[in-house]
Nanobody, 123 residues
């Protein structure tokens, strides 16, 4: 029932930054996650954040370059990406989790998915 809409993607030079947004149609009292998928590759976990924002969990591949945050008053979750690399090129998806207590890192940990926003990093 929850609808998620990502925005903020685009074409950016390597070393630049982007801030992705994910707007939910209603409050989501669960962790929110970001995944990404490059052409021909599996969808991979990026980051997740608890509802109360006190806990976050990042994939090792993006740690220290990405920051996940959320504004529950706006039903929106964000992903700040700094020092973009060509390998960051992918469709980025946000998702609402199943269990309030679990900051999951697999697709099965999430119930609802957005349609994605394209991030393309040029060198």
């Amino acid at each position: 029932q929850v609808r998620l809409v990502e925005s903020g993607g685009g074409l950016v030079q390597a070393g630049g930054s982007l801030r992705l947004s994910c707007a939910a149609s209603e409050p989501t009292f669960v962790p929110m996650g970001w995944f990404r998928q490059a052409p021909g590759k599996e969808r991979e976990f990026v980051a997740t954040i608890a509802y109360d924002v006190r806990r976050t969990y990042y994939a090792d591949s993006v740690k220290d370059r990405l920051t996940i945050s959320r504004d529950n008053a706006k039903n929106t979750v964000y992903l700040q990406i700094n020092s973009l690399k060509p390998e960051d090129t992918a469709v980025y998806y946000c998702a609402a989790g199943k269990e309030p207590w679990r900051l999951g890192d697999t697709q099965n940990d999430y119930n609802y998915w957005g349609q994605g926003t394209q991030v393309t990093v040029s060198s």
